[in-house]
């Protein structure tokens, strides 16, 4: 087991941060706050009118071109990923960001300055366990086109790898790794943004990086540049500028060999935020982008989504012995063969009961439902988990073998697969709310093995025999 912290966490206390916006060129603080438990991260925008909250939530994302923006409300804030990579390197939970314009501070291109006064802030440990969301299967994400292939795979921890390769006699291929998420602190958060010089040439024809000033990127040169172009440079970034050894403008030292692969991985870190939770597993991943990271967050989610589903389907064991075999039933449910439908009880409490039914090929029915292709009609499956509620229901008076249970009204019946003999019919019906004067309303699912076959909301009554 890989240590990772187990409590929900948020700051001691409240930090603010000023800087200016890569792509925007304005001048921004933001403040981060202390959260309540399971809050996740969020932005608020307080030069807005209203102040509007945008949810870092993948299904938020509204462009990743040059980095990760999100929006909501009628709000948007951009180029989030550093910082959200200094969050979740830091394994804090839960944190609300006041800022003041409509893009993250690039400050030196990396997460350090972040991580930095997060740590200064200290961190409040909170009641609530961690979230984790916990890769079971591997989750896959390709784009051939571009050769992005991002692969997640179950493990106890948090692990990264990630590999790049660039057309480019300079940068070649790299790759940066890091086996638990403590390793960030030391290893990644201070690796800064890199790009191209012809890159850098178009952002700036095209007004893109008003906020850049050489010092917080990497600038990669990877063909010769003549005087002229190197003269321009100067001129707009007002500061002189020349190619080291290493094929970059030594405007700045290389953090480490491997820094632009690196970074890679920060980014990464940063745009998995957008799942929502914090993550157990082992992700690999080749030539990454911030449009691929939030591809990937999103069928993360929707993996997340499906396991919730999962998770309501019980399963029951069919050979314990039952609360009421079919014997007991009859002495509760007035129905005889050939219209008894339920064989045995198998849970059965206040609030929930669950029914089994075994479909076999002696039933009168199949001689005339279509008996070259025999399936047990939907109607049916309707009335059996009503007798199976029935029972629920009966359960709530001293004489049941007195009473009827009787129709009110069916919602939302829904029927999934077929039904076949030789199946085992599982019915669990659950109350939607107090029975009152006899009158339960329940939901009531029916399945065989891990399918559900039919669903429906029944309302019932039970009134005494005459």
């Not at 949810?55 to 990923?81: F, H, K, P």
């Not at 390709?142 to 300079?170: H, Q």
């Not at 199946?423 to 029975?435: G, K, R, Y």
Request: hydrophobic share 40%; glycine share 6%; with cysteine.
């Amino acid at each position: 087991m890989e240590e990772m912290n187990a409590k929900q966490r948020t700051i001691k206390r409240e930090i603010s941060i000023s800087g200016i916006g890569l792509h925007t060129g304005k001048s921004v603080t933001l403040t981060i706050k202390p959260a309540p438990e399971n809050h996740w991260f969020k932005f608020r925008r307080v030069d807005l009118e209203d102040q509007p909250v945008v949810a870092v939530d993948a299904d938020n994302v509204t462009d990743t071109s040059r980095g990760t923006t999100i929006s909501e409300n009628g709000a948007s804030v951009s180029t989030i990923e550093h910082l959200m990579a200094a969050l979740v390197g830091l394994e804090i939970d839960n944190v609300i960001i006041d800022i003041d314009g409509p893009e993250v501070p690039i400050l030196d291109g990396s997460s350090a300055v972040f991580v930095e006064k997060l740590l200064e802030a200290g961190f409040a440990e909170q009641e609530a366990d961690r979230d984790f969301y916990e890769i079971k299967e591997n989750i896959h994400y390709v784009e051939p086109e571009r050769k992005v292939e991002i692969v997640a795979m179950p493990l106890d921890g948090y692990r990264l790898t990630c590999m790049i390769d660039f057309n480019s006699p300079v940068l070649g291929s790299q790759h940066a790794s890091i086996s638990k998420i403590d390793e960030f602190k030391k290893d990644i958060s201070s690796s800064r943004t890199f790009c191209f010089l012809h890159e850098l040439e178009a952002l700036v024809k095209n007004n893109l990086i008003k906020g850049g000033d050489l010092s917080n990127a990497i600038v990669i040169v990877d063909k010769e540049v003549s005087k002229d172009e190197l003269d321009k440079l100067q001129m707009l970034f007002n500061k002189e500028v020349t190619v080291a050894d290493e094929g970059i403008l030594d405007n700045i030292q290389l953090r480490y060999q491997n820094e632009p692969a690196r970074h890679k991985l920060l980014d990464m870190i940063g745009d998995l935020a957008l799942v929502g939770r914090p993550l157990k597993g082992h992700i690999m991943a080749a030539r990454p982008g911030h449009a691929a990271n939030v591809a990937f967050a999103k069928r993360v989610k929707n993996q997340i989504k499906r396991d919730k589903n999962k998770k309501k389907i019980n399963t029951y064991d069919i050979h314990a012995k039952p609360v009421y075999d079919t014997v007991q039933i009859m002495n509760i449910l007035p129905h005889r063969q050939p219209f008894l439908m339920v064989d045995k009880i198998l849970e059965l409490s206040e609030t929930h009961v669950v029914g089994l039914k075994n479909v076999t090929m002696n039933e009168d029915l199949f001689m005339g439902h279509f008996p070259g292709a025999p399936v047990f009609p939907g109607v049916l499956q309707i009335e059996a988990m009503a007798q199976t509620g029935g029972i629920l229901v009966l359960n709530t008076v001293p004489d049941p073998e007195n009473w009827l249970t009787l129709f009110l009204k069916i919602e939302n019946a829904r029927f999934k697969n077929q039904v076949h003999p030789g199946d085992t019919l599982i019915f669990s019906c659950e109350l939607l709310e107090p029975i009152r004067r006899g009158i339960a309303r329940m939901k009531g699912v029916g399945m065989v093995g891990e399918k559900i076959v039919s669903e429906a909301e029944l309302m019932a009554q039970i009134v005494k025999v005459k």
